[in-house]
């Protein structure tokens, strides 16, 4: 694992330009601060609910539209609602149900909402990232992960489902040796669900084994066109190696 110590630090400040080297000295260790960086989304009705207004959104989708079968569902925070799943993923259903800033308890509250209207033939889900830059314990993201990814294999017991790993970042760099501890917790359990692990991490890395700055746009947290094409061509990968006929139950 690099060092990240302040030599790292220092590469990373060089890569990610001023601005968000700045906002790294602000966030410190647990990231705070980085949701400024977050793309503006319209306020929601209630805030005693969070992301109500996305998560209407959905329902209102889902009613405008007819059902895709044999979909492929994405779930998870900005890092799946920022993805160009449709033209990504050209040639096969899909459904985008990533909502910026959510956390994993957040995706279990509204759980059941985010589900689409007939069952998926498989699921990618990315989430746990903005728990620890709460301050969440590594244990607790774990937990939490392996609950919603249980709930799934529950509703789901034969669609193929995936876990896309927290992925490190140059403005969450400090963050990524509890990102890898949630990442050795959840694969571990999800190799005895029948839940394929990917390891989006990896392929973002540059050489010298700190996050490649070229793959994030400026705000030094969300990947850019050429980050997301990382991770799509490894999603591809798992959908390649998936029976071609539909094993998930009709009922």
């Known amino acids: 694992m690099a060092s990240t110590g302040c030599a790292g630090c220092t590469v990373i400040k060089r890569r990610v330009g001023l601005a968000a080297a700045l906002v790294l000295a602000c966030s410190g260790p647990a990231g705070v601060g ?21 998560i209407e ?8 539209d007819p059902p895709i ?7 998870g925070s900005s890092s799946i609602r920022l993805w ?5 993923f050209r040639g096969i259903g899909t459904v985008n149900r990533g909502f910026g800033g959510a956390t994993t308890p ?24 903005n728990d620890l830059a709460a301050g969440a314990s590594p244990e607790r993201v774990a937990r939490d992960v392996t609950t919603l990814l249980g709930r799934l ?22 963050l990524w040796p509890r990102m890898q501890m949630v990442n050795r917790l959840v694969e ?3 190799a005895s669900r029948r839940i394929s692990y990917l390891d989006g991490g990896r392929v973002l890395l540059a050489p010298d084994g700190l996050p490649d700055a070229s793959l994030f746009r400026a705000d030094g947290l969300h990947m850019n066109a050429r ?6 061509r490894l999603v591809n990968q798992w959908l390649d190696g998936l029976p071609r006929s539909s094993d998930r139950r009709t009922s």
């Not at 929601?44 to 996305?54: G, I, L, R, Y």
């Not at 160009?84 to 990504?88: C, E, L, N, T």
């Not at 957040?106 to 990315?126: D, F, G, K, S, T």
């Open 57 to 64: 959104a959905f329902a209102k989708a889902d009613a405008a």
């Open 34 to 54: 980085a949701s400024a960086a977050t793309p503006a989304r319209p306020p929601n009705a209630d805030p005693a609910f969070p992301f109500s207004n996305e």
């Open 106 to 129: 957040h995706m279990l509250h509204y759980y059941e909402r985010l589900l689409p209207p007939v069952p998926p033939r498989a699921v990618v889900v990315y989430v746990g990232e």
């Open 84 to 88: 160009d799943i449709a033209g990504s």
């Open 69 to 75: 079968r044999d979909a492929t569902l994405f779930l």
């Open 188 to 190: 571990r359990h999800a």
């Open 153 to 174: 294999r529950a509703d789901y017991p034969r669609a193929h489902i995936a876990y896309l790993c927290l992925k490190p970042s140059p403005i969450r760099w400090t």
């Open 227 to 232: 980050g997301y094409e990382r991770w799509t």
